[in-house]
């Protein structure tokens, strides 16, 4: 089968998969098994949030468990057993009571999120049991992180209502959208005030993600003015917006301190002459925090109550003195935002090759997070973890999610110490690459709830057996701790993690002696769509190292990294292998989930490959540079040709996966990268070198 681009949407829009029961399965003596003689009664007024709660598990109960109930309105008494959706005025917001008899269920909440929340459960429990059974008993169940915010999974701000329900199925409670300008996202024209509402149906709040210029010194006699126009009137024209997120590097200012350049990073040089000091959205400036009081009291007067949250991942690698001064000098009505791994120290050998971007490679935090958690309780403000725990980081650019689940129940558990440890109970879950369907989001749905379920481990067996069958469960859980494994061995540098391990296979080979008669550059711009919000702007095609004071140079990095990639390679391919075995076992009703999962761990199998090559490609052409003996540099090419064919064969042995599972290969900011065309134009690509190192021989030869 193969799909066309963008088929998966929809197969994402299908929130509730028919066909689940397994009718073979009954209660047990602690257990009610639900069946037609049952009712649904939405017994009080939740307004049109809570219509659609109630339909939704109706929906639910007859496409996935084929138990067509039905639904009724207000507090009349039926005959038979009920399932009855009610207020408890008591309750914490987002929170549910639950109490299961086998006549009467009883579902609780406060408000509209409590009971999509609780709804939300019922239809997870049931679909873990394969039947409509729930246990008996009462609990009271109520979220540990009170915000779970996350981005489109669709398309870069793109929230049709069947994705507002899709995210609150997946457990988040918070929806992030970039503002660029009053009425416009990054998806552009956008009536947000509508998508605030439609949001709040769903039990979702919404967060403004802060892509408005604001160039303003906090001294200048117009600030508190300039500050109004933009940030008072983002709240006076979107009032129900819960809060405000600011990032350094998408908020820079002409600062004083003499430690930056003062000016936007782009701009910062003089007579083409770079001035090496961070630019002000890269450094703890010391009028920073009087810039940042400016935006604040401009929401403040219009909306008291918003929250807003500062990230200052921008400078985690500065010294942790230098940012508890910036902390210390913070307004206590922001939310300090810490991301979990980035800047966290590795070592291989006698290198030093710290984490430069997000990764799973990190099941632990580092040294920034902690020092910033830290600081941050002690000046007294609320913290925000930038969590990536939805199962997906940069580590594959255009993947759906990273099947590693045993590193994100390593990561989860590091993030509970971070809510007891320093109030932790905030997580922006995802960047702009949104979210997918996955087990780790069922994980992490689980474990961030009173009561929390500690075994993660079984649960994950369950799902396991949930999604591809019970006979199958064991090879899959094989297959994902192959993968869990290989991650000890990924490479997350900047030039990787904007290069080929961005775009996967379809990354481009350039030869790098330049022969032109028109003095150009080598670069070259990836072939993304016009519309795309980040598109090309975020891949670089000529690889090399983007070196670092904190970091081993790449000369001396890439043996290494290719022997520790080689290592990756090998585990990688032992989960396929224990997975491929394993798909004649799986049910007829599941093996579509058993063929993604392949699909999805070839891609990045073969993504590995590309970035193997790579690394080997530049080494090669560094030596070829950097020699003087005829004889060495056509050995050399000699070598760059054999890897340029072993990579276009690569590139095709890539495109079964893409064709059979459209979501491969595309990202949302980026839109497609690595499709059928995109490899297609990578083999085009490579057959072009191939061309320019067929000159160099001839060079070589004169």
Known sequence: MTEKNYDFKKRMRVVHLPDRRDFAVRAGADEVLLDESWSIVLADDFGQGGDKAATDFQDYLGVSMSLPLRLYRGKAEISGPVIRLCAIPELRKGAFQLRVSGTEIMLGASDIAGLWNGVVYLEDCMNLQSAPILPLGEQKREQLVRGRRVHSGCGIDDYPDWQLKAIIHAGFNIIDV???????????????????????????????????????????????????????????????????????????????????????????????????RPSPGWWPCEDYPAYLDCIRRAVQRVKPDAEIVFNTYNWGWADNQQRRKFLEKLHTDFTVQITFE?????????????????????????????????????????????????GST???????????????????????????????????????????????????????????????????????????????????????????????????????????????????????????????????QFPTSPGAHFGHRIIKTLYQPYENEHQSPGPLRYPAEIKRLEQMQSLWEQGLSVLRGSLEQMPANKIDNGRRLLALGEFIYHSVITTITVKRWWLLNTRLQASSDRAEMLSILDQLVALAESEIANARATIPAVEFDSRLGWEPSMEYVCDKWHLEWKVRQVESALREIASYRKMLEL
């Open 394 to 524: 940069w580590d594959f650019g255009p993947v759906p999610y990273v099947p590693t689940p045993y590193r994100w129940i390593k990561r989860f558990r590091h993030l509970n110490h971070a809510l007891s440890a320093w109030g932790v109970d905030m997580h922006y879950e995802t960047h702009h690459y949104g979210w997918w369907p996955n087990a780790v989001i069922d994980l992490r749905k689980a474990n961030a709830w009173s009561p929390r379920e500690e075994d993660l481990e079984g649960l994950l067996a369950k799902i396991a057996a949930r999604d591809y069958g019970q006979q199958s469960s064991a090879a899959v859980l094989s297959a994902w701790r192959y993968w869990s494994e290989a991650m000890d061995f990924y490479v997350a540098t900047n030039e990787d993690q904007y290069g080929p391990w961005r775009v996967g296979p379809a990354y481009p080979l350039i030869f790098q002696p330049n022969i032109t008669r028109t003095m150009g550059g080598k670069e070259i």
């Open 178 to 276: 970039f503002v660029k300008d009053f009425g416009v996202t990054a998806g552009g024209h956008c009536d947000i005030n509508n998508l605030i509402d439609r949001a709040e149906e769903y039990g979702l709040g919404t967060f403004l993600y802060n892509y408005l210029p604001s160039y303003k010194h906090p001294d200048d006699p117009d600030a508190e003015a300039f500050f109004d126009s933009i940030y008072g009137e983002l709240f006076r024209r979107y009032p129900k917006a819960m809060g405000l997120c600011l990032c350094g590097e998408s908020l820079e200012f002409p600062s004083k301190d003499p430690a930056t350049t003062g000016k936007r990073w782009r701009e910062s040089m003089k007579d083409g002459i770079p001035d090496t």
């Open 342 to 390: 980035i800047f966290k120290q590795n070592r291989i050998g006698d290198l030093s090759c710290p984490v430069m971007d997000y990764t799973i490679s990190a099941t632990e935090p580092g040294y920034y997070f902690t020092s910033e958690c830290e600081n941050a309780k002690a000046t007294g403000h609320r913290i925000c973890a930038t969590s990536h725990t939805i």
